[in-house]
Structure formats: structure tokens, C-alpha cells
């Protein structure tokens, strides 16, 4: 049914964009709706491994982007490469029926007999689809399936197809041999049929009254413009800087297709976009939207994997925040800044220029070099805490100049399964401003190693659906817990302004508690909570400016972090107790990370594992 569909739209869309060329298209178009393997049977009769294998497929089956960037769309689900799948409602509506099926099936599979990675590997399957259809219940919004961003908006300053595909076709569309370049011409005829559905979906829920907040759909004007005047560079880029004959052949066509198809389905949700600004107001809160708190509700379970209220999230947030402010002080007072509040101090600090970068092009070398100094001392530690170490690969990468407004100060993750496609960290750069000398090692701790990129390493060797299955909580809580590796290491052995920096960083994801629940349950207004922000926790103005701004599209999101970092310390704490002189850092981090990105719950299991097989 799929691939039928995508079949049908490759031929409305060639026929509407007249002069492109159908030649090399037309075999990965049939392959795709003849060839393709089954991977709607169920799991009953399988044995464990073999049914989670196929749990996997019939979940990529919707989302054939995700196994491209997972690697995995080869042999027999090589004509995956050629599609996205259907777009807008029809095929969110069956998705979610797929879901519910295989939740069913999953609940309903014998468990006697299972290895406890197998039952790991049952429990985060029902945890994440469980969430997703509950997610998908809801009348409006983007829902991932065992992923990190839920909004409830479609389009908005950081979510859409106008972000992601550009991102996608420049990453993660393979352009390595001739046989690529079909496929990425296949997909591309597929997006103006993608922009067309995200636009009926946020023209729907405008009639149901979601609107997104005045300053977020400002934001997305302006940004969506740029990727209008973008379109040809974005599309057809790629395969211009191609070393391939074939696909510079191709660019031509790619070009075409951008103007003719791309641009004006961008169009068309820009002229949408000024529809909904008429009518829009500058309530930052979901809770201003219909059945906005029970939007948060489930938006909070989703991100924290724990069944915490917004007003227990909201007093965790501000009790951490003072507990790591008293270890702040100190630090501020050994090196000279004893006057006012943490906050006050922290933004002096910042206006300090020993710690600044230059400005421009000269700062933004600087930025990678400093990087790159970091990346070298982190991995000669890995030994020191870890029995199992890794060497990514990896690259540090400048965010696309249209996404930097929107973006946070940066993200990173690891690559492909298969190895191809290499980890990222993303840096944005669209001012040296937002980085300092004191916070960018922890922030690439966090990023890259033993952080984001570290762990997806770990992930990427377990079996194809817990590669593919990520949760929020333990991502991020993973991350942070990775930046306070690093500080036990020696990271800042000698710069204890450095130390400061990655206690910020711990203070900043406690505001977020704070913030994000004042913003989606307390009717805080965006203006209220970057002064928390600033004001409390000393924090660059330009950075928070985004930040905040990303809470309002994402929900629940930024409760992940510090969540899942307070839970992992717990854990730490619960096996140094029960195991006294037995408890090896070494061995207990190596256990963490091998037992797998998971829901906050497995994850104590994993642990109590651990620590049954450290008494002997």
C-alpha cells in the first residue's frame, strides 16, 4: 500500500514538473512497488531475536528515511532508499494502526525462557510504541516513535520538512555510487507531495484552533523564506559537489524539480504560515491550546519515561538549581568574583573577555580548534572509565546556515549502524558569542565523546531495534552524566573556570525543569522564562533566546535531561551502597552504556543486574 502510493506520487509530481527526465528514476520507482520484502507478518512463532528483528522492519517500513540513516536499507530493502513512505495523515493514521498491532503482539508473546537482553528488548518496544500511540491519539501534532522531538506543531521555527530534508539530503541520502543517484532523485520528487501534507495537517488543526505562538511563527517565516531562496543549493547542491559524472548530470534535474515542485509547496506553507499569524497570539504555553494539559501530560511521560507532574518536575528543578549553585559559589569566589548573586557573578564571567572567542570567521576556527583539543584528551581517558572503549568516527560540523536561528548552541549523535555514515556533532555558529572557553569542552563532552556520539556507538551493536529505539531521559541524562565523567577525570585539573562552566551546564538543565514546566503548566510567559534563565543562572542572553523558543515547540523535551542525569547518579549511589569495596566505576559505567538506550525503569534493571553480578 505504501509503495504504491509513493509510486503514484512520482508520477503526479513528473507530470507536473514537465521537463525532468524519467529515466533514471523509473526502475527504483517499479522496484519499489514490486519488489519489495514483506514485513507485515507477525511476530507469533518467531523465536525472540528473530520477532524483535521483525518488529523492527514493519517499523521501519514507515519510516524508510530512518533506515537509511540507520544503514539498514540495503538487499532486500534497498528500494526503501528510493522512498519516504506516505506522507501526511494517511500515513501517520497507519503507522499508529501498526503500532497498536504490534503492541498487542508484543504483549501477547511468551516471555518464559527469555535472556534478559531479550526482555529488555520486549519491555522498551511496548514502552516506546505504547507512548507513540498514545501520542497519536492526540487530534494535532508531530509524534516520534522511540525518538527525542515531540511538537505540537507540525511547522514551526524547528520542526518541518523544510529543515529536514535539506538536512537529510546533504547527511544522510547516500551519494557514493552511480546507483545513489536514482534514489536520491526518487526521494526528492517525493518532498513537494511531504510539504503539501505537513500544510493540510497545520491548515486542520488552525481550524481546530491550534495556532502556534505569535514569535514561534515569526521565526518560521523567516526561516522558511530563507530555505525558498535556498531551494536550489539545498536540493541540488549535493549533487553538484559530487565527485560522481552521474550525479552531476543529475543536478540538473534536481533543479529543476526544487523550482518547479519544492519551491512552490514551500510557498504554499509560507502562505499558510501568514494565514495563521493573522489570528495568532503570544501565549508560550501548550496550555493554551485544546487539551493542552493533557497534551503536556503525555508530553512530559514521553520525554521523562516517569509518570511525574509538571508541579513535582517544577520543585525538583528549583531544589537542584540551589544545591548546584552552593558549589558554584566557591569556584566564583577562588577567582575573584565574590560580589552578588551566582547568577550576577556567572554573567560577569561571561563578559570576561579571556574567555570569549573572537568574532567571525577568525573565532569560529578558533571554536573548532578548540574542539578538536578536547576530542584528542577525552579519548586518551576513555580507558581510565571504561573496560569496553570505541573509536567513532566522527566529524564536528557547522549547522546549516538556514537552521542556525532556530537551533540550540548545538547537538550531536552517532552515525549509521553499518558504519557509513559517520557520528556529528553540530555546532551552531551563527555567532561566536554563543560559546565560551569555560563551557564548550563540557559541551563537547555532552556532544561527542563520551557523550551522544559515544553512546550511539554502543546502541548501534545492539540488535536493529534498539538502535532505533532512543529515549529522552536516557539520551540526555546519559550525556550529562557523560559531562560529569569528564569532570572526574581531570577535565578541569588546573582551569577550575572550566569546572564552572560544566556546573552551569548541570544548573542550566535544572532551570530547564523550572522553565519548561512554568511555560506549558504555570502560564509563564517566554519573556519570564529566559529572565529565570538569566537572571537566576547567569545565563548568555542570546543562548537562552532560542532555548526558551524551543521549549514552546517542543514540550516536556527539555525535562529529559536532568531527569534522566538525577536517576542515573541514583543509580550510581544505590551500587556503590549495596556493593561497597565490590563497586568498580569502570565496570559499572560499561554495563550502562552496554545495557542500552532504555526507558528510566529498564535502566534500574539493568543496573540491579549489574550489581548481582559484581557480588558473584
Not at 514561534?216 to 541540488?236: C, H, P, T, V
Not at 509547496?265 to 493573522?278: G, P
Not at 511521560?301 to 507532574?309: I, P, V
Amino acid at each position: 500500500m505504501r509503495e504504491i502510493f509513493a509510486q503514484f506520487t512520482r508520477r503526479r509530481t513528473l507530470a507536473a514538473l514537465g521537463g525532468v527526465s524519467t529515466l533514471a528514476l523509473l526502475p527504483a520507482a517499479a522496484r519499489a512497488a514490486s519488489d519489495a520484502p514483506p514485513t507485515s507478518g507477525p511476530i507469533a512463532g518467531l523465536d525472540p531475536d528473530a520477532a524483535l528483528d521483525r518488529i523492527a522492519y514493519r517499523m521501519l517500513a514507515h519510516e524508510p528515511g530512518r533506515a537509511t540513516g540507520a544503514g539498514v536499507d540495503t538487499g532486500e530493502y534497498a528500494a526503501w532508499r528510493s522512498t519516504f513512505g506516505t506522507p501526511s495523515e494517511a500515513g501517520r493514521q497507519a503507522y499508529a494502526a501498526s503500532l497498536k498491532e504490534m503492541v498487542a503482539e508484543v504483549r501477547a508473546f511468551p516471555k518464559d525462557g527469555l535472556t534478559s537482553d531479550q526482555q529488555i528488548g520486549f519491555e522498551v518496544v511496548e514502552t516506546a510504541f505504547s507512548r507513540a500511540v498514545e501520542g497519536m491519539a492526540m487530534p494535532y501534532g508531530d509524534v516520534a516513535v522511540g525518538s527525542w522531538r515531540n511538537a505540537p506543531y507540525v511547522v514551526i521555527q524547528n520542526v518541518g520538512g523544510y529543515i529536514d530534508m535539506p538536512r537529510f539530503f546533504s547527511s544522510t541520502q547516500p551519494l557514493a555510487a552511480a546507483d545513489d543517484v536514482g534514489p536520491y532523485l526518487d526521494r526528492l520528487i517525493e518532498v513537494p507531495a511531504i510539504l503539501d501534507g505537513e500544510r493540510e495537517r497545520i491548515t486542520a488543526a488552525r481550524a481546530m484552533g491550534v495556532v502556534p505562538p505569535a514569535f514561534l511563527i515569526d521565526k518560521a517565516i523567516a526561516q522558511m523564506e530563507a530555505s525558498i531562496a535556498g531551494a536550489n543549493e539545498a536540493y541540488a547542491g549535493p549533487l553538484e559537489a559530487s565527485e560522481l559524472s552521474e550525479a552531476k548530470t543529475a543536478a540538473a534535474q534536481a533543479a529543476r524539480i526544487a523550482k518547479r515542485g519544492i519551491v512552490p509547496a514551500l510557498e504554499r506553507q509560507l502562505a499558510e504560515l501568514k494565514t495563521q499569524r493573522a489570528s495568532a497570539k503570544d501565549s508560550a504555553g501548550v496550555w493554551a491550546q485544546p487539551m493542552g494539559e493533557e497534551y503536556y501530560a503525555w508530553a512530559l511521560g514521553a520525554s521523562t519515561t516517569t509518570n511525574l507532574k509538571p508541579d513535582e518536575i517544577h520543585r525538583q528543578g528549583l531544589a537542584e538549581l540551589d544545591e548546584l549553585h552552593g558549589k558554584m559559589d566557591p569556584i566564583l569566589k577562588k577567582i575573584g568574583y565574590s560580589k552578588g548573586s551566582v547568577g550576577e557573578r556567572m554573567r560577569a564571567l561571561a563578559d570576561d573577555p579571556r574567555y570569549q572567542f573572537a568574532e567571525g570567521d577568525p573565532g569560529r576556527k578558533e571554536i573548532f580548534a578548540f574542539i578538536e583539543e578536547r576530542l584528542q584528551w577525552i579519548k586518551s581517558q576513555m580507558p581510565r572509565a571504561f573496560t569496553q572503549v570505541v573509536n567513532p568516527r566522527m566529524e564536528v560540523v557547522r549547522l546549516p546556515l538556514s537552521e542556525e536561528p532556530g537551533a540550540p548552541g548545538a547537538y550531536g549523535g552517532a552515525g549509521s549502524k553499518d558504519g557509513s555514515i559517520p557520528g556529528r556533532f553540530w555546532i551552531n555558529l551563527r555567532t561566536t558569542d554563543l560559546h565560551r572557553r569555560y563551557d564548550l569542552a563540557d559541551l563537547t563532552f555532552h556532544e561527542a565523546i563520551p557523550g551522544h556520539v559515544w553512546e550511539g556507538e554502543f546502541s548501534n551493536r545492539l540488535p536493529l531495534i534498539r538502535s532505533i529505539l532512543a529515549f529522552n531521559a536516557f539520551s540526555e541524562g546519559w550525556a550529562l552524566y557523560a559531562e560529569q565523567l569528564a569532570d572526574e577525570l581531570g577535565a578541569y585539573r588546573g582551569f577550575e573556570v572550566g569546572r564552572l562552566g560544566f556546573l552551569q551546564s548541570l544548573a542550566f538543565r535544572a532551570c530547564r525543569l523550572v522553565v519548561d514546566t512554568g511555560l506549558h503548566s504555570k502560564q509563564w510567559t517566554r519573556e519570564q522564562g529566559r529572565a529565570f534563565f538569566v537572571e537566576r543562572n547567569g545565563s548568555k542572553v542570546e543562548e537562552v533566546a532560542s532555548e526558551v523558543d524551543r521549549y514552546c515547540s517542543w514540550p516536556g523535551q527539555a525535562c529529559g535531561y536532568k531527569i534522566g542525569h538525577s536517576q542515573i547518579l541514583r543509580q550510581r549511589e544505590r551500587a556503590k551502597a549495596e556493593l561497597g569495596g565490590k563497586y568498580d566505576m569502570r565496570e559499572f559505567n560499561t554495563a550502562l552504556v552496554l545495557g542500552g538506550n532504555a526507558p528510566l525503569s529498564v535502566m534500574a534493571n539493568t543496573v540491579s543486574r549489574y550489581i548481582a553480578g559484581a557480588k558473584g
